[in-house]
């Protein structure tokens, strides 16, 4: 065969090899604007979650939702801004780069099918936490209805209509429970006990029964440490009564779920409150707050 016929042969099959594995400009700036467009919606997922930082914020301010419960929203609101930032950093890095082989394209088309499906995970992380801030996550429970005077058990025939109490909260955690099947949950019930100002007479049985509670205080504690003592025992039994009311209740069933309670004592339990009396009964109650979390 003549020289130049294959010097012919071999430059077609070289460009031949070239054009296989070379990729369409026209797809690669098609994928390059699918990339960029799931970086315009992680953004947007950004901002919405610092528009709800603000809300948790505001809402622990009222006293609308927990300490704890707003401790886990913070740690679930960084843990998915950071997610977003690594990857809005690497699609970036990738919308940037030119690709030629197919190698080159091959890459480009598999991270942007993770980042992708990445972006649809956020999305809903992003949805169930807007929902969970927007609920009314807490119940006021009065203390005047639960419990007597000087008393911090309920009585039995208040223990056997508990469950006119907790229902609305056991119907809301159903709800979001079963609307976000998808998700491995975690439940946080709080409550939070407080008590008005009244001095709690010395030697009478609640200063007795309150003392013998207070095993690491003061051997003559003052008003409101006792208060205090009184509050947080009222809490706990409210956080009993709900804990046996979810176990014998059929429905949802979430595998982790935390019992916490506090005592409050004086501290007013409205902040925007001004008008405060000290025998007053609007502080003689128990908050009941529950917060549903994606397992971390």
């Known amino acids: 065969m003549p020289v130049k016929t294959r010097t012919y042969i071999t430059l077609i099959g070289c460009l031949a090899i070239l054009f296989c594995s070379c990729v369409s400009q026209r797809k690669v700036t098609a994928l390059k604007k699918d990339l960029t467009a799931v970086n315009t919606q992680l953004q947007q997922h950004e901002a919405t979650i610092k528009s709800l930082d603000e809300q948790r914020k505001g809402k622990q301010d009222l006293n609308e939702i927990d ?19 690594i990857l809005i950093s690497e699609n970036t890095v990738l919308v940037g780069e030119t690709v030629v082989s197919r190698a080159d394209w091959d890459r480009l088309n598999s991270s942007f099918a ?25 119940i006021r429970l009065d203390q005047d209805l639960l419990f007597e005077p000087g008393q911090y058990t309920v009585t039995t025939n208040v223990s056997s209509m508990i469950g006119k109490f907790f229902e609305p909260a056991a119907k809301e955690i159903d709800v979001f429970v079963k609307k976000y099947p998808d998700f491995p949950l975690s439940l946080i019930i709080m409550a939070k006990g407080y008590a008005d100002a009244t001095p709690i007479q010395e030697g009478s049985t609640l200063y007795k029964n309150l003392l013998a509670r207070m095993t690491l205080n003061p051997a003559n504690p003052d008003s409101k440490a006792l208060n205090k ?68």
């Not at 039994?237 to 779920?257: A, C, H, Q």
């Open 114 to 138: 993770r980042s992708q499906a990445a972006s649809k995970k956020i999305n809903e992380k992003v949805m169930l936490l807007t929902d969970l801030i927007n609920r009314n996550t807490v």
């Open 67 to 85: 300490d704890t419960a707003s401790s886990r929203f913070q740690k679930f609101i960084t843990s998915t801004n950071s997610e977003i930032e």
């Open 229 to 296: 003592e009184l509050s947080e025992a009222r809490a706990e039994e409210v956080i009993k009564l709900f804990k046996k009311f979810t176990i014998d209740r059929s429905g949802n069933k979430i595998g982790n779920i935390s019992y916490l309670f506090e005592g409050k004592g004086e501290t007013y339990p409205n902040p925007k409150a001004t008008d405060y009396k000290v025998n007053d009964s609007r502080r003689r109650i128990v908050l009941l707050f529950w917060s549903v979390f994606p397992d971390m």
